[in-house]
């Protein structure tokens, strides 16, 4: 297509951004997946709700977490603190 920027994949995530797949440490330690050793991961954000917040309608106080999602094999790894990303 033409009209296509050369930032941009075709899933619509901005490459120049730093979005979409990518290499990520935790802890200063480089994260790899335990099922299948990959290294590279989409990163998401997420509430991390709790029941008694929720009952209350309060869940807007609960913390967020980082979910790690394996490109290969696609387990889910959660983190408190966001993991950085490394690399390009």
Not at 18 to 26: K, T
Request: net charge negative; proline share 5%.
């Amino acid at each position: 297509m033409a009209d296509e920027h050369p930032d941009i994949e075709a899933s619509g995530r901005n490459k120049s951004a730093g979005e979409g797949p990518g290499r990520y440490e935790a802890g200063g330690i480089g994260v790899v997946c335990p099922h299948c050793r990959e290294s590279l991961f989409d990163q998401h954000e997420a509430m991390l709700n709790t029941r008694a917040r929720t009952f209350f309608k309060v869940d807007w106080a609960d913390r967020s977490g980082t979910a790690l999602i394996c490109l290969k094999c696609g387990l889910i790894q959660w983190f408190a603190e966001k993991p950085v990303r490394v690399g390009s």
